[in-house]
């Protein structure tokens, strides 16, 4: 069976397009997925891991305003981390993610939640996902890298 990776691998390939990652939940796992596809360097742009809020501002310009009010992990984060990660990059799609991995809630926030910010070709989606807390901090982001996989196969797909 074909993995989300290797699918969305052969989309932009096919349709010449231009991907990057800023994660903080998955922690490169996205960018670790996406580059593990033979052929990847034809499409891969640029991957960050945003782990910090000092890194989310610096890099991809979130606003201190919304980290204060909202937290690193919410739909306005996600929506200024793809919205930034477009601008920094150029690129066609841009994958982002936010949330909460464990073992530990965080901001007040329960683990297994995570928004999943997705920018391709200017138009900008952000999700938000509620995962089974008792997975290991492992399973989580695994769950979380493919969920913004298939959310981003799922845009580029009905896009293109």
Do not use: W
Request: charged share 20%.
């Amino acid at each position: 069976m074909e993995k989300l990776e290797e699918k969305l691998g052969k989309i932009l390939i096919e349709k010449h397009l231009t991907a990057a990652t800023a994660e903080s939940c998955t922690g490169g796992l996205v960018s670790s997925k996406l580059t593990d596809v033979t052929g990847s360097s034809a499409y891969i742009k640029l991957n960050f891991v945003t782990y910090a809020n000092e890194a989310k501002q610096k890099i991809l310009n979130v606003s201190a305003d919304t980290l204060k009010q909202h937290g690193a992990v919410s739909y306005e984060c996600a929506y200024e981390m793809a919205s930034g990660l477009s601008n920094v990059t150029g690129c066609d799609l841009a994958i982002c993610t936010t949330g909460i991995a464990g073992p530990l809630q965080d901001e007040g926030k329960p683990v297994g939640l995570i928004y999943i910010g997705i920018s391709f070709k200017g138009n900008i989606k952000v999700e938000r996902f509620q995962i089974n807390e008792v997975l290991t901090k492992a399973q989580m982001k695994e769950c979380f890298a493919n969920l913004a996989l298939k959310m981003a196969l799922d845009i580029i797909s009905s896009k293109t």
